[in-house]
C-alpha cells in the first residue's frame, strides 16, 4: 500500500499535459488515441507527443513512450517506445508514436525525455481511461454546427424506442484535426466526413482512404465535401477505373463517388463506402435509423440490412501467412516419436546381444558394468549429431509479407511476419523500415484478483527504437525462431485488372513467379507473370474448380478464402477411399515446390458458396516486395517472399 502511495505521489507532477516549468526539454501529449479513446482490440492507439527543446543549447535526447500499471509498482504493459530524438535550441518536434494500450484502473501514458546520461529533462503523462463503450463514430465537419446537425439527425430520427436504443449504444468523436495515420482511426466503427476536403491535408486524405481499405465504413456528405459536383448514380452497376492514391489535387476518392448511389454502400478493400447528398436527406436519416432497429422499423429499412450480401458471409477468412510461413520459412526438424521409439529398440537389441550373447561366450559377463554405460553414451552421441545434421548453422531471416488489393486501386495493405531463427543462443537486433506498425502477439500480463500484473517475460517485444528504423532486440535460445508480425501498406505503380475483353494486366510492377485466378467455376493457371503482362484468360490453361477444392484432411489447416464467404450447409461428402488420398497429398507436400494451388484446395467445391461478395480472385507470389528486414553484425540466410491478393467484386 504505501509503495503504491510513493508511486502515485512520484509520478502526480507528471500526469498533465505538459512538463514543469524547469525542465530543459518541454513534453506534451497532444493526442491521445481518437478523441480520447484507446483501441479496443489488439491494433495501435495513436499518442501524439511534441517535445520543444527550452534550453539555450541542442540536446540529444531520448523520447520513451510506454502505458505503466500503477497497481504492479509502474511497470510498462505493452511495449516501450523509444525515440532518439536531437533539437536545436527552441526547436519542437511532434512525433505519432503507436503504442499498445490496455485499459486499467490505474493505467497511465508516460512520456519521459533523458540524455545520455540518463538525467531527466523533461516528463508528461496522462490517465488512460475506461474501455471504450459502445459503436464509435468519428465526425469531421465543417463546424461544431455541422457536428450538431449530424448527431442530431442520427439519434432523433426514428421511433423514440429506436432513439433510445441509439442513445445507449453510439458514442460520437469530433475530431478538430484528423490524424495523418491510418492506424489511429481504428477505435472507429464509422467516420464521417462532413467538412471542405480541401482543409485536409495530402496526409489525412490517405490515412482516411487506407483505413476504409483496411475495413472502415466511411460515409461522405457530399453537399460539404466541396471538391467537385456531387455524383450519385441511381445504379452503381458501371465498372470503376483506376486511380492513383489521392494526391490531394483530384476529387477525393473519385474512382468509387463516381459511380456511388445514394445510401448504398460500396465495397472498398473491406471496408465500405457510402455517399449521401446532404445531412438533411431523408436517404442519410433512414439509413442511422437503422442502427436501432425496433419493432416499429419499417420492413423497408428492414430489407435494406437484411439482403445484404454480407449477412450471408459466415466464414472464417485467410491463413495464407501461416501456411506459406510453414511452408516456405525455415523450420527446425526434431525427431518424430517413432524415430524415437526405433531409436530405443535398437539400443536395447544391441545391448541385448553384446551383454548375454557376446560378454558370455567370451567369458566376461562382468564387463557389463562397462559396456551398458559406454553403449548408453555412445547413442546418445549418435542419436545428438543425426538429429542436429537437420538443423541450420547460420542465423536465419524469413519475411513472408502478403498485399491485399481492392481491383480498383493500386492501394496494397501490407500484412507481414517475420522470423528469425537462431543456431546457438543470443541476443539479436532486428532492424526494419520505418512505417511498420507492430501487431503486439500476445499480452504480458496476467489478470488477478488484484487486477491486471504485468510479467517480467512473456512473448511480446519489451522495447522498441523508432528512429530512421524500427529496431528492436531480444534473446533467442539454441535452435529456436521468434515470429513477429507487422501491418503497413505500400502503394503499386499501378493495379492488377481483368479488362471488358477478358484480357488479364499486371500493372503492379512486381514480377510473379507464380500466379493464378479463380473464380466459381475455373482456375486460371497464369504462370509467370511479369511485370507489364497481358494474357487473354480465354487462351490460359484453366482447370475446374470443383476439382481442385474440397479437400478433407484431419488436421483442417488449409487456409481458407482471402475474403469472407458462406458455408456449405452440412459441409461437403467425402468418402474414406478420398479421405486417405486427401491426408497423403497433404502429406507428401514437404518432398514438393510450393505451388499457389494450395492456397485453394481447403476451400468449400461448392463455388456459389464462396463467390457470393467477391467474383473473382488472384494470388500472384514474388520474391519482389520484400520489407528489407536485417539483423545488425549478422550476416543471416534470407529468405523473401511476397503473396499478393486482389479482390474483384466486379468481373466482366
Known amino acids: 500500500m ?230 450519385l448514380s441511381a445504379s452503381s452497376g458501371a465498372p470503376r477505373q483506376a486511380s492513383a492514391l489521392d494526391t490531394g489535387n483530384d476529387r477525393f476518392l473519385e474512382v468509387y463517388r463516381a459511380h456511388a448511389t445514394e445510401g448504398q454502400a460500396i465495397s472498398v478493400g473491406t471496408g465500405r463506402l457510402i455517399n449521401f447528398r446532404s445531412i438533411s436527406g431523408q436517404s442519410f436519416a433512414d439509413y442511422f435509423r437503422a442502427m436501432g432497429f425496433s419493432g416499429d422499423t419499417p420492413p423497408e429499412l428492414r430489407r435494406r440490412w437484411a439482403d445484404d450480401p454480407r449477412n450471408e458471409l459466415t466464414g472464417q477468412q485467410g491463413g495464407e501467412m501461416e501456411w506459406l510461413m510453414r511452408r516456405l520459412g525455415t523450420s527446425f526438424r526434431f525427431p518424430s516419436f517413432l524415430e524415437l521409439l526405433l531409436w530405443i529398440v535398437g539400443y536395447l537389441i544391441l545391448v541385448g546381444v553384446v551383454n548375454f550373447v557376446v560378454l558370455r561366450r567370451i567369458g566376461r559377463p562382468e564387463w557389463g558394468w562397462i559396456s551398458i554405460p559406454l553403449l548408453a553414451i555412445l547413442f546418445s552421441l549418435i542419436l545428438y549429431f543425426v538429429s542436429s545434421r537437420n538443423h541450420p548453422r547460420n542465423f536465419g531471416l524469413d519475411e513472408i509479407v502478403e498485399y491485399r488489393v481492392d481491383f480498383s486501386s493500386p492501394i496494397a495493405l501490407q500484412y507481414a511476419r517475420v522470423r528469425v531463427s537462431s543456431p546457438e543462443r543470443s541476443r539479436v537486433h532486428l532492424v526494419l523500415p520505418a512505417g511498420l506498425n507492430y501487431e503486439y502477439s500476445q499480452r504480458q500480463s496476467d489478470v488477478s484478483e488484484g487486477g491486471l500484473i504485468p510479467q517480467p517475460s512473456g512473448e511480446g517485444i519489451l522495447q522498441i527504437t523508432l528512429d530512421e528504423n524500427w529496431e528492436t532486440e531480444f534473446t533467442l535460445r539454441r535452435w529456436s525462431f521468434r515470429d513477429l508480425n507487422f501491418q503497413g501498406h505500400r502503394v503499386f505503380a499501378g493495379k492488377i485488372y481483368r479488362d471488358a475483353t477478358g484480357r488479364f494486366h499486371n500493372d503492379s510492377g512486381i514480377h510473379y513467379g507464380q500466379a493464378i485466378v479463380v473464380d466459381r467455376d475455373d482456375v486460371f493457371l497464369l504462370g509467370d507473370f511479369p511485370a507489364g503482362a497481358v494474357v487473354d484468360l480465354g487462351h490460359v490453361q484453366r482447370l475446374p474448380y470443383n476439382h481442385e477444392t474440397g479437400r478433407i484432411v484431419p488436421n483442417g489447416d488449409y487456409p481458407g478464402p482471402p475474403f469472407a464467404f458462406h458455408r456449405t450447409e452440412g459441409g461437403w461428402p467425402a468418402s474414406e477411399e478420398q479421405l486417405r488420398q486427401y491426408d497423403k497429398e497433404r502429406k507428401s507436400l514437404a518432398g514438393q515446390s510450393f505451388s499457389l494451388m494450395e492456397l485453394i484446395r481447403g476451400w468449400s467445391p461448392v463455388g456459389e458458396d464462396v463467390f457470393i461478395d467477391t467474383k473473382a480472385v488472384f494470388f500472384g507470389l514474388s520474391a519482389e516486395a520484400p520489407l528489407s528486414a536485417a539483423l545488425r553484425e549478422r550476416s543471416p540466410d534470407h529468405k523473401t517472399f511476397s503473396l499478393t491478393i486482389v479482390t474483384f467484386k466486379v468481373w466482366p
Open 2 to 231: 504505501y509503495r503504491r502511495i510513493a508511486i502515485f505521489l512520484f509520478l502526480f507532477a507528471a500526469l498533465s499535459s505538459s512538463s514543469r516549468a524547469g525542465d530543459s526539454v518541454v513534453v506534451k501529449i497532444k493526442e491521445f488515441g481518437l478523441g480520447g479513446l484507446s483501441a479496443n482490440n489488439a491494433a495501435s492507439t495513436l499518442v501524439q507527443v511534441e517535445a520543444r527543446n527550452v534550453s539555450n543549447s541542442p540536446l540529444s535526447l531520448n523520447l520513451s513512450v510506454a502505458e505503466l500499471n500503477l497497481d504492479a509498482e509502474a511497470l510498462a504493459v505493452s511495449e516501450t517506445i523509444n525515440i532518439p530524438v536531437t533539437l536545436a535550441s527552441g526547436e519542437a518536434r511532434t512525433f505519432d508514436v503507436p503504442l499498445h494500450v490496455f485499459p486499467l484502473d490505474h493505467g497511465v501514458i508516460f512520456v519521459e525525455a533523458r540524455d545520455a546520461g540518463g538525467r531527466t529533462l523533461g516528463r508528461a503523462g496522462r490517465r488512460v481511461g475506461e474501455k471504450t463503450q459502445g459503436m464509435v463514430i468519428a465526425l469531421l465537419c465543417a463546424n461544431p454546427e455541422v457536428c450538431r446537425s449530424l448527431q442530431q439527425t442520427i439519434l432523433l430520427s426514428g421511433t423514440a424506442e429506436e432513439q433510445t436504443r441509439k442513445s445507449q449504444s453510439l458514442r460520437f468523436v469530433q475530431l478538430s484535426e484528423p490524424p495523418s495515420v491510418n492506424w489511429a482511426y481504428s477505435p472507429a466503427w464509422i467516420t464521417i466526413v462532413a467538412l471542405p476536403v480541401a482543409r485536409l491535408s495530402v496526409a489525412q486524405r490517405q490515412a482516411i482512404e487506407i483505413h476504409l481499405h483496411e475495413g472502415g465504413t466511411l460515409v461522405l456528405v457530399e453537399d460539404q465535401l466541396a471538391d467537385g459536383p456531387a455524383m
